[in-house]
């Protein structure tokens, strides 16, 4: 007789509900006896009596020490000489910890749960995480934040400057000047809207920033970036008034036209747009790039037609 397999299954973790609470094991580490002790001396002087002993209590187990921030980071940047390893700059790293130590408070109440919200509140709206967050107090001291890290999708170009936003098109607090090597997310550029900034003059990172504009210049860009010849783009003009325009390496401007996903009557589609750009960056006698030698030209429609500056006439 053969033997039933069984079905069983591990138990899986539950997520965590978003809040603020104390670990029992925490409290318990305070410890029974002083808490019967307190509650004894408590009945006899009062409870503000209970309430200071238990204080008291809870920072000689725990010490005078800084609390220490625990944050399990996101990604994996495949850096096996850091336990902390993250897409998440080390700085950056160090700055959100310093501004939730800064919301904690330097003297915490360890049995207080008013320092864990405040540092809740404070992970929630510095536009890291995608929601509320989840901190608590751990048997060994330290208090631990949890929550669902936004998820960077493009980099947007304003004044100089490229602001890294997410797949809601909400800004994220990591910038970096356009002329400073930036990781590999090809910027997509904008004119004249700049970053959302709230009533203290500070960025905003709840509203989104991000229009349809811009959306069809990221989905550009995506779809570049997946090319043989995309070292050969510099960025995606979302502003210029014709549609899409590829900014390659060399400067040179090659109108793309309307969102790759869009369709619009008279213009090439995208399979054909990527076809002519391939054609030019395996052929040398278009210099193996993408502008085929050229300032620029119009790839939405026809046949490719070059004027005497080497532009082709954009319509």
Do not use: C
Request: no cysteine; hydrophobic share 40%; charged share 30%.
């Amino acid at each position: 007789m053969s033997r039933k397999k069984s079905t069983r299954k591990g138990k899986t973790r539950k997520p965590r509900k978003a809040g603020v609470r104390l670990d029992p094991r925490m409290i318990r580490r305070v410890g029974v006896p002083s808490l019967a002790f307190a509650v004894l001396i408590g009945g006899v002087l009062g409870m503000g009596v209970l309430d200071r002993a238990l204080a008291g209590r809870a920072r000689t187990v725990m010490g005078d020490r800084p609390v220490e921030i625990v944050i399990h980071w996101p990604g994996d940047a495949g850096d096996a000489d850091d336990p902390e390893a993250s897409w998440i700059p080390r700085a950056l790293r160090e700055d959100i910890k310093e501004r939730l130590r800064e919301a904690l408070g330097s003297s915490p109440d360890p049995l207080s749960i008013e320092p864990l919200r405040r540092v809740s509140e404070a992970a929630a709206a510095s536009g890291w995480f995608d929601g509320s967050v989840s901190v608590v107090r751990l048997a060994t001291g330290a208090v631990e934040v949890v929550g669902a890290w936004r998820t960077p999708r493009a980099w947007i170009r304003s004044d100089g400057v490229d602001y890294l936003v997410d797949d809601k098109g909400r800004l994220m607090p990591m910038f970096v000047a356009a002329e400073v090597e930036r990781p590999a997310r090809l910027a997509v550029t904008t004119s004249g809207v700049r970053p959302p900034r709230g009533a203290d003059g500070g960025y905003d990172y709840q509203r989104v920033w991000v229009s349809e504009r811009m959306w069809e210049g990221i989905r550009l860009a995506e779809l570049l970036r997946e090319q043989p010849f995309a070292h050969q783009v510099r960025l995606i003009d979302s502003a210029d008034r014709h549609g899409l325009v590829i900014v390659t390496d060399r400067g040179s401007r090659i109108l793309w036209g309307s969102g790759p996903e869009s369709f619009r009557p008279g213009e090439r589609p995208t399979d054909e747009k990527l076809h002519h750009l391939r054609s030019f960056f395996e052929d040398p006698k278009f210099g193996n790039h993408i502008d085929a030698g050229t300032s620029g030209y119009d790839l939405r429609a026809g046949y490719i037609v070059f004027d005497e500056a080497g532009r082709g006439d954009p319509g």
